[in-house]
C-alpha cells in the first residue's frame, strides 16, 4: 500500500468522502469462513473498503441478489498454450472470472531464452489480467534435445527479485533436486536467498524421495493424479494444485482427497488449456466447476481458487470480498452446479459481462521474439528414412493422453533400405527439425495411431523444446509443411498433394500469435474438420496437440528428439531397429 | 535453507546418509489435513527430513504411541510480563510445549526506548526458545504520561528490516489511524515498504471504523471478546487471536465462534502472562487446553497454535511436522483434554521433560537496561493530598478485570484540607511517581476496594509508562517504599510500620529479573499471603496486577498517571473534587 492510497481510502471507509461505486444485495463470498453473506461492497479507487451502510457512493449496483465472488487465481499455466499473446489472454479468461493468474513462461524461454521472458513481463504490464511470473526453472528440459536457450541460475539471478516474479517456476528436474545437482541446487538457492517461492512438478513421487524434495523449499505440485497422493503431499506440506487443463485433467479423481480438513492446501490450475477448450469450457472456473459438480461446497471451491493462491504466493492484496483488498470480482447467478462469472469487475471496473470482454488489454508488439526460424539446408533429402532392418521400434499412439507405448512393427522398405509407406498399416513417418540453431538436425521416426490417409501435418510447438515436428506418409507434403512453418515464423499447418490446406499461423515464436481467442478457436476448429474429413487423422485424437508431445523425452515411452528416438524409461537414445 | 544444509538434508532425507534421530512409533499430528497418523520422524541436523522406514539413524527413540505434535507458537506476548528475562522465559515456557513466540517488548520499550529493544534482541538470541519481535508501535502507549522513551518511526526504521523483526507491535491507537495520523501512517509506512506484518489491538472496534483500521494491512487481532466480534475481524481479513493471559481471558467465549471452517485464521496467544499464571497453568498450551476443553478439536486447536502462526507471520521454516521443517516438537500422551507436554525438542535435542527443563538458555547482562530510575526530589511532602472540598472523585476497583469505575465519595480532611485515612471507608490514597526523566512530578488520588488496612506497597510496573505507583493508607510507609524501589531499580515492595515485609526485586527496567521463574513464583506467592494476611489487601483482587493497571489511561474508566487524575470516557484530566 501507499501512503496516499491509504489517506484517501481512509476518508472513503471512514465515510469522510464518497467511495466510487457500491454493489448493493450481494450474496458476498466470505472464503474465511467459508459461507456467503448478503451484504454491499463499497469500492474507493479500486479497492474494497467496506460493507457498511453508513458509507456513500457515487454510484450504485444492485446485484439483486447474485453471488459476489473474488476474482480466480490461477496459481499455475502456461499462457503460451492457448496459442494467445498475454493481452488476449487477459481478453479471453477475463470473462471466465478469472482476475490474476502465475505463470511460468517456459514454452517462449525454450524457444526465446530471456528475450522471451523479457516480452511476456512486457506484454502482461498494464493489462486487466494481472500476471505474476515464476522464472522457469528447466530450460531446457533435458540434455537430449536442443532448445532455443539454455537458462542458468546465473541468467535467472537478475529476474528472481521482481517485481511481477514469485519465484522459481515448476522443478520439474526432481531427479537433479535428490541427486543434488549443483545447477539445480543453485537455481533453489536464489528463491532461498530472496524469500520467493519455488513451484514443484513431481508425478508420482512419493516415499522418501519425496520428502527429499519437499525439504528443499518446493512447495507446490500440480501432477498429483491420485487422492492418496494428494493427501501425501499435502501431509509433507505442499500445496496440492487441482488441475483441469487439456491434455490433462486431474480434478475428477483429485476432489475425491478433498474435504473441510485440508482445503486451506488446495489451490487450482490449468497449467496448459488449448484455446478450444478455454472457448468452450472457460478457464480456471472450468476445474472449479467440476469440482463442485463432484461434490466440494462451492464455499470451499471458491476459497481454494482465490484466498489459498493468494496466501501461497504472498498476494496480500486480493484473493477476498475484504477491507485493503482489490476489487476484483465476479457476479454470478448459481453456485451450485457450477460458476460462470456473469459480470467481471477488475479494480472495481466491469471489464467483462455475458462472457464478453469489455475493457480490452492493450497489445504489446512482440519484438525479439517474433519469427524466431534459424533452420539450415532444409530439404527433403533429410526426411529420407533409412533402416538397418524391416523391424522396427515404433511411437505407439496412446488415445486422449501425453504418454506413447514403443511399439514395434515390419515395415517395408525399398532396395537402398529405405522406409516405404503401407497404405493398409496406419505407420506415418514422423520428423523433428532443429529450428534454433541452424544445426541442420533433423531426425526421423516411425508413428502408429494418428490415422492420417495422405497428407502432412506440422508444427512449431513441441514440447518442451520446440523445434519443428512433422508427420505424413510422403517426404514431398512433410517438406512443403515444413517450410511453409519457416516461412511464417511457425504455427501448425497441414499439406496435401502439394498443396497448402490450411495454416495457423504463430508468429510469436512460433507458439503464440496476435489474433484473439474466437479468431484462433474458428481456424483450429476448421483445421480439426479438414485433419479429419480430409486427411482421415483418427477422431480418437486431437490431430495437432497429440504431434507437440512426441517430441517431450520426459513424459514415457517412446519419444523422438531433433537428436534421435529416445526411450524415456531407459533414459536414452535407442535405435530406430529393433531386434 | 542454506545450500549446504540442503545438501546434508538431502543426504539423509535419501537414505545416502544416516540421519542424527529417529523418533518411533509416534501418532504424529499432520497440521495440513487436521488429523493423527502413526509413523516415525527422522531429524537430522535439527530438521525433519521424513518420515519412510528406509531411513537409518544413529539414535533411536521409542515414543510408545505418544502424540507428536509441533512446538507451540505464541502469536503475541510481552515476556515483561513474566517478570523474567528472556533466557529465564525460555527456561519457563519451554516445557511447557512453546517453542516459539512473538514478542512485543513495548513495555521495556517504554521504560528504556531503543536499549530495551536491543536488550531484548540480544538477550535472546542463541537460545532455546525462538523468539520474535514486533516493534512497538505505540510507545508512549497517550501523551497523558510520562514514558521512558518516544519511539517514532524514524527511530524504528533501522530495525524493521530485522531477521528476527516480523513487523510493527500492536497498532492501539487505533483512532490514530482512522485519522490518519501523520505519524502512525509513518510507522505503517515502515511495513507497507518492507512486506512486514502489523499486528492489530482494536478491543470493540466493529462497523466501518473496523474496515477502515483493516484496510491499512492491520491483519491480526488479540482484543476481541465475543464469538460475534470474532467472525466479524475474521470476515473482514484479520488473523484473529484466542488470548488467555492472566488478567484478559477471552478463549472460552471466543471459541464459540471457532469452526472447521475458519479454524484457518485462528491463533493462540497469551498476552501478558504472570510468573504465577505460568507456574500454576503454564503458557499457550493452557489456552489450547480450554479450547479443547470447550470442545474445540484437538487437531484444529493444534493447528491454530502452530501452523496458522507460522504461515500469519511468515516463519515458513516451521509450524509442522513436515520434510524441511525445524525439529521442533513435543511428545504428549493425551491430548483430549487438554495438552500437557512430556517431552519437548528443539532443533531435533530432547531440550525439556516433564516440566522440567534440560537445556538452559545462555544468560545475557542486562546492560543500559538495568537501574531505570531517575526521580527528582521525592520526599513524603509530595505525597501530601490537598482537597478543596470533601466530594471526591474515586477510582473505584471492579474485581478480576483491569478496568475501575469512576466512583464518588465524601471523605474526611483536616484543617489544611489535607485527606486524612478513614479506617472505616476501604479509602486509599494512591500516588504515581515519575520516574524516568527526573521530572518531580508526582500525582495523588483515591481508590476504593483494595483493601489494605494499613501500610503501603508500590511497584515500578504501571502500564504501559512504567512509573512508580503506590498506595497506602499513611504517607511515611509509601515514601519507604517508593524510596525502595528507587534504591533497588525497580521491583514491588511492601511496608507497614515503616518496615520493609517484602520486596520483589525487578531490576531489569523496573520490570524483570534473572531470578528463574520458581524463585520469582515463590517470591510472589509469600507476597500474595502478607499482603492479604499482614496489610489486609481484600482476597478478591490481585495486591499487585491490579495496581499494574491503574495508570494506564486507555482502559477506562478511571486512572492516574504521573500528571494527574485521568477521565478515560472523556479523554481528559480531570480534578480530584466532584460536584
Redesign the interface.
Known amino acids: 500500500?501507499?501512503?496516499e492510497l491509504?489517506?484517501v481510502?481512509?476518508?472513503a471507509?471512514?465515510?469522510r468522502d464518497e467511495c466510487d461505486l457500491v454493489i448493493k444485495n450481494a450474496r458476498i463470498a466470505?472464503v474465511?469462513?467459508?459461507?456467503f453473506?448478503t451484504g454491499n461492497v463499497y469500492i474507493k479507487n479500486g479497492?474494497?473498503?467496506?460493507?457498511?451502510d453508513?458509507?456513500k457512493a457515487k454510484e450504485e449496483k444492485d446485484a439483486e441478489g447474485r453471488y459476489l465472488i473474488p476474482g480466480f487465481i490461477d496459481a499455475h499455466c502456461h499462457i503460451e498454450s492457448s496459442h494467445l499473446s498475454p493481452s488476449e489472454y487477459s481478453d479471453a479468461v477475463v470473462p471466465t472470472g478469472c482476475t490474476t493468474v502465475i505463470a511460468d513462461p517456459h514454452e517462449i524461454c525454450n524457444v526465446t531464452g530471456l528475450d522471451g521472458l523479457e516480452y511476456m513481463l512486457k506484454a502482461s504490464e498494464d493489462i486487466p489480467l494481472s500476471v505474476y511470473f515464476m522464472v522457469p526453472s528447466c530450460v531446457p528440459a533435458t540434455a537430449f534435445e536442443h532448445s532455443g536457450a539454455v537458462l542458468l541460475a546465473s541468467d535467472l539471478k537478475k529476474y528472481i527479485d521482481g517485481k511481477r516474479i514469485l519465484g522459481l517456476g515448476e522443478m520439474m528436474n526432481y531427479p537433479g533436486?535428490?541427486a543434488?545437482d549443483e545447477e539445480v541446487?543453485k537455481k533453489?538457492?536464489l528463491c532461498?536467498e530472496n524469500?520467493k517461492n519455488i513451484d514443484g512438478h513431481c508425478p508420482s513421487l512419493r516415499?522418501?524421495?519425496?520428502?527429499?524434495y519437499?525439504?528443499?523449499?518446493i512447495n507446490t505440485d500440480h501432477e498429483a493424479e491420485t487422492a492418496e497422493e494428494l493427501?501425501e503431499k499435502?501431509?509433507?506440506?505442499m500445496y496440492v494444485m487441482l488441475r483441469q487443463g487439456t491434455a490433462c485433467q486431474n480434478v475428477k479423481e483429485l476432489v475425491k482427497g478433498v474435504d473441510?480438513?485440508?482445503i486451506?492446501?488446495i489451490l487450482f490450475c490449468t497449467d496448459d488449456r488449448q484455446p478450444q477448450s478455454i472457448t468452450r469450457e472457460g478457464g480456471v472456473n472450468y476445474g472449479v466447476s467440476l469440482a463442485i459438480k463432484e461434490g466440494l461446497a462451492p464455499?470451499l471451491a471458491i476459497r481454494a481458487a482465490s484466498l489459498n493462491a493468494a496466501?501461497c504466493y504472498?498476494l496480500?492484496d486480493r484473493g477476498?470480498i475484504?477491507?485493503?483488498?482489490r476489487a476484483d470480482f465476479f457476479l454470478t447467478s448459481e453456485v451450485k452446479d457450477g460458476i460462470k462469472a456473469e459480470d467481471v469487475y477488475i479494480s472495481g471496473t466491469l471489464v467483462a459481462s455475458g462472457n464478453r470482454i469489455i475493457k480490452k488489454a492493450k497489445h504489446t508488439k512482440p519484438e525479439n521474439v517474433a519469427g524466431k526460424m534459424d533452420v539450415k539446408d532444409f530439404s527433403k533429402e533429410k526426411l529420407r528414412l533409412t533402416l538397418k532392418g524391416d523391424c522396427v521400434r515404433i511411437i505407439d499412439i496412446v488415445a486422449g493422453g501425453v504418454v506413447t507405448k514403443c511399439g514395434k512393427a515390419k515395415v517395408k522398405r525399398d532396395e537402398d533400405g529405405t522406409w516405404i509407406h503401407d497404405p493398409k498399416a496406419d505407420i506415418l513417418k514422423i520428423s523433428v527439425i532443429e529450428r534454433h540453431h541452424a544445426t541442420g538436425l533433423v531426425s526421423n521416426a516411425l508413428i502408429r495411431g494418428y490415422g492420417l490417409k495422405h497428407g502432412a501435418v506440422a508444427t512449431s510447438i513441441a514440447h518442451d523444446s520446440h523445434n519443428i515436428i512433422a508427420v505424413g506418409d510422403n517426404d514431398e507434403d512433410m517438406e512443403l509443411a515444413v517450410k511453409k512453418l519457416i516461412a511464417t515464423g511457425g504455427g501448425i499447418t497441414m499439406f496435401c498433394d502439394r498443396k497448402e490446406l490450411a495454416t495457423h499461423v504463430l508468429e510469436i515464436a512460433g507458439l503464440m500469435t496476435d489474433a484473439t481467442l474466437s479468431e484462433v478457436t474458428a481456424c483450429l476448429d476448421m483445421m480439426h474438420e479438414k485433419a479429419e474429413k480430409e486427411l482421415g487423422v483418427s477422431k480418437d485424437i486431437d490431430p495437432f496437440m497429440t504431434l507437440c508431445f512426441m517430441a517431450l523425452p520426459v513424459i514415457p515411452a517412446l519419444k523422438l528428439t531433433d537428436s534421435g528416438l529416445f526411450d524415456v524409461n531407459a533414459f536414452s537414445f535407442v535405435p530406430l531397429e529393433a531386434d
Open positions: 500500500m501507499e501512503k491509504a489517506e481510502l481512509l476518508d471507509a471512514n465515510g466470505d474465511y469462513n467459508q459461507e453473506f479497492y474494497i473498503v467496506g460493507f457498511d453508513d458509507l533436486v535428490l543434488k541446487l533453489l538457492s532461498w524469500g516415499g522418501k524421495e519425496l520428502s527429499a519437499v525439504l528443499t523449499g493427501r499435502t501431509r509433507k506440506g473441510e480438513k485440508n486451506s492446501r464455499a496466501l504472498g496480500s477476498s475484504a477491507p485493503g483488498k
